[in-house]
């Protein structure tokens, strides 16, 4: 089966200017998961999807990003406007079961802001 | 919330030698624990997983070991080879629907030859 797409893979932008990630997760998959990567650290949650509704939202710093899963299937993170500490990979991952098990990561998108 | 510390954060072992990471964990309620392997530029990648009814579990050179009471769990790679090297993170979560994984920071395993 196809794995989960991420796009794009690289991204620089400056501090304040906003950017787009995309993700398509596995045919099938209900949950859909955004994680954000700091260098050297482990995979955190932002949110969480089950279809098209939000199940956890408690770490996505609102004020800034914005995620939206349209039709229950790709999905979309936004950040405007972005900081030098968003600089990181944002993961993308999806499930079948709605439980923590079967993840299935993307390859992520690296975001630079400078 | 779960709160999972991982050690070490690296570790250099020579080819053949074995290799253990731990991982402790915070939530007595989690009874899902994966681990997962991530290489440069890719994303995680599910190796082993364990269940909070399971003692252990073994899938060729890799095993899991948990201990519900210690609330601890460790990854065990035995022969080690070079295309071992790469990050391992362990996470953990109830399996129940709806349940997201918290990640540890994660051990950079280098194997030499």
């Known amino acids: 089966e196809a794995g989960v797409a991420q796009s794009p893979r690289y991204k620089i932008i400056e501090k304040r200017q906003s950017v787009a990630f995309w993700c398509n997760p596995i045919s099938g998959h209900a949950t859909l998961y955004w994680y954000q990567q700091i260098l050297g650290q482990g995979p955190k949650l932002l949110i969480q999807f089950q279809n098209n509704g939000v199940v956890d939202d408690s770490q996505l710093p609102k004020d800034r990003f914005s995620a939206e899963r349209l039709k229950g299937v790709d999905s979309t993170l936004k950040i405007q406007p972005a900081k030098l500490e968003d600089s990181a990979v944002y993961l993308c991952?999806?499930?079948?079961?709605?439980?923590?098990?079967?993840?299935?990561f993307g390859s992520g998108t690296r975001l630079t802001v400078v | 919330g779960e709160n999972v510390e991982q050690h070490p954060s690296t570790l250099s072992v020579q080819e053949g030698d074995s290799a253990v990471i731990k991982c402790t964990y915070s939530?007595?309620?989690?009874?899902?624990f994966p681990w997962y392997k991530q290489e440069l530029g890719k994303g995680p990648q599910l190796i082993i997983d364990i269940r909070s009814n399971v003692g252990e579990k073994k899938d060729q050179r890799i095993a899991v070991t948990l201990n519900k009471t210690a609330k601890h769990f460790s990854l065990h790679i035995t022969e080690t080879q070079p295309e071992d090297s790469a990050v391992y993170f362990c996470a953990a979560s109830g399996a129940q629907a709806g349940t997201a994984l918290i990640f540890g920071k994660g051990t950079t395993l280098s194997v030499s030859s």
């Open positions: 991952a999806s499930s079948f079961t709605g439980g923590a098990a079967g993840y299935t």
């Open positions: 939530d007595s309620a989690s009874n899902y």
